[in-house]
């Protein structure tokens, strides 16, 4: 399938097939690393977690702005392709060698300053990854352009495999920590290699310094967005590993893995065909309004759920999948299932930010997100440990970015109004269950029988009060052509 011929299809028949590839390989991809976390939480310590971790926040951070915003900026370019991915390759190279090479050199100081000073050799293999990304930056902007989740679905999973197969190895021949981090690279390169396969168009490295430009004024305030959302996402990492050590680290490294679930399986699938197919509604305030809306809800739904029975048994859980050792992870799950929920929302209102050319807003408002972040999470941390910095992450989100998001959104005829409609039908099934599993928690003894029949029993009393939106996603499913259909 050659990018032209993906355009020239309707736009809902295109994203139905996207979406469904990149729901596949979300959820495959998460019950993979589900699978393989309960067999690498017994091979392995809080502590290897915790150092890890450092490394692994390192490259996050580093890898979502290799590419200086361009790969989004290529995903909703509405001009020809080929007069910008030439200079667009030349940057991500340039800065990505820039970006690698800083980060190994200052790897022990980075290390020292994250609290886990012996991980700094692992924080220089994630460095070298970064130049990975970057070599792989553009065939998987094309591959999202032209909505080839099918091709991205396998290169994905084929990498996940190798990733997970390669640690649980390693970790039973005893390396430790080291064991993530190989696999984290190995599979990394076997991804990019398939997407670069894969990719409809392929293009070296040129220069025009009239592209550049333009290309840079457009990708620079993404790449800012995606730093600070990326911070947001691990600063609580950093102040944790600082303030409570590398042990308390993996704990709540673990936590926050249960509690993203919704997270990866929603928000990462949906991001693969929200932003190139709002954009094609950007020039319509009317449709572009519709489609939000009713994705809001939809996606809502199933995330407002997970994050429902997670919150509520989340001891029980931890203990059951993860091993009694884990158990101190339980008290801030409770609240970061809830946080889970509320980013997958606001992952969906930068999605349509950034589709709609206003990514300068979420800029915006992930700088005074963070900057409330930090000092809540501190005083969380110290008062209350593990508990008190997953309360203090759910305080400021509902209490900070919430609010600002839905000011951006107002810029976009998507009025506060039209968001509490779309959310209180997913919201009012959440609190049905939240209330029928807290029986079932005081009633029911037993980790394997409390969660069986928990989710059952808190499931059918969501799916009670949640039924109006199998109507909606049966009438006009999520990003696909609008409807006047609500929940």
């Not at 900026?73 to 200079?87: C, F, M």
């Not at 801030?332 to 930068?350: D, E, I, K, N, P």
């Amino acid at each position: 399938m050659t990018t032209s011929e993906t355009v020239d299809e309707p736009l809902g028949k295109v994203v139905r097939r996207g979406l469904g590839w990149s729901f596949l390989s979300s959820i495959a991809t998460r019950a993979g690393t589900v699978l393989s976390g309960i067999v690498l939480a017994r091979l392995l310590s809080p502590e290897d977690y915790g150092q890890f971790t450092v490394a692994l926040v390192v490259l996050l951070i580093v890898a979502n702005v290799n590419d200086l915003g361009l790969e989004p900026t290529l995903v909703r370019w509405s001009g020809r392709i080929e007069a910008i991915a030439p200079t667009a390759t030349s940057i991500i190279l340039g800065a990505s060698f820039l970006l690698a090479a800083g980060t190994f050199l200052g790897a022990p100081a980075i290390a020292t300053a994250l609290g886990a000073p012996e991980a700094a050799g692992i924080v220089r293999l994630m460095a070298v990854s970064v130049l990975v990304n970057g070599l792989f930056a553009v065939p998987s902007a094309l591959l999202t352009r032209s909505f080839q989740q099918g091709k991205r679905a396998t290169a994905d999973l084929t990498g996940m495999v190798v990733t997970l197969g390669l640690s649980i190895v390693l970790a039973l021949l005893g390396f430790g920590a080291w064991s993530l981090a190989w696999g984290r690279f190995v599979g990394n390169i076997v991804n990019g290699i398939l997407l670069f396969a894969f990719t409809p168009q392929r293009f070296r490295p040129g220069w025009s310094p009239e592209v550049a430009r333009h290309v840079l004024t457009a990708g620079l305030p993404i790449a800012g967005t995606l730093l600070l959302a990326v911070g947001l996402m691990n600063v609580d990492y950093i102040v944790v590993g600082r303030l409570l050590g590398p042990e308390a680290l993996g704990l709540y490294l673990l936590a926050f893995n249960l509690s993203s679930w919704p997270v990866s399986i929603l928000s990462v699938a949906v991001a693969r065909v929200s932003v190139p197919a709002f954009a094609r509604l950007q020039h319509d305030p009317g449709e572009l309004r519709a489609a939000f809306c009713r994705s809001l809800t939809l996606i809502l739904a199933p995330t407002t759920l997970a994050a429902a029975l997670l919150a509520v048994f989340a001891l029980p859980a931890t203990r059951f999948v993860y091993g009694p050792g884990w158990a101190a992870a339980a008290g801030a799950l409770t609240f970061l299932a809830v946080l889970g929920a509320v980013r997958v929302a606001m992952q969906l209102a930068a999605d349509v930010l950034t589709a709609a050319g206003k990514a300068r807003l979420t800029l915006f408002i992930q700088g005074g997100w963070i900057l409330a972040l930090v000092p809540a999470l501190t005083v969380g941390a110290l008062q209350g440990g593990l508990r008190g910095a997953a309360i203090a992450h759910v305080v400021v989100a509902l209490g900070v970015a919430v609010p600002l998001y839905l000011a951006a959104l107002g810029t976009l005829a998507i009025r506060p109004r039209d968001v509490l409609r779309a959310a209180r039908r997913p919201l009012a099934a959440g609190a049905a269950a939240v209330a029928v599993a807290l029986v079932v928690l005081r009633l029911v003894d037993g980790d394997l029988v409390t969660l069986l029949a928990g989710s059952l029993a808190g499931a059918a009393a969501f799916g009670a009060v949640a039924w109006p939106i199998v109507r909606l996603a049966r009438v006009a499913p999520p990003l696909a052509e609008p409807s006047s259909s609500t929940a």
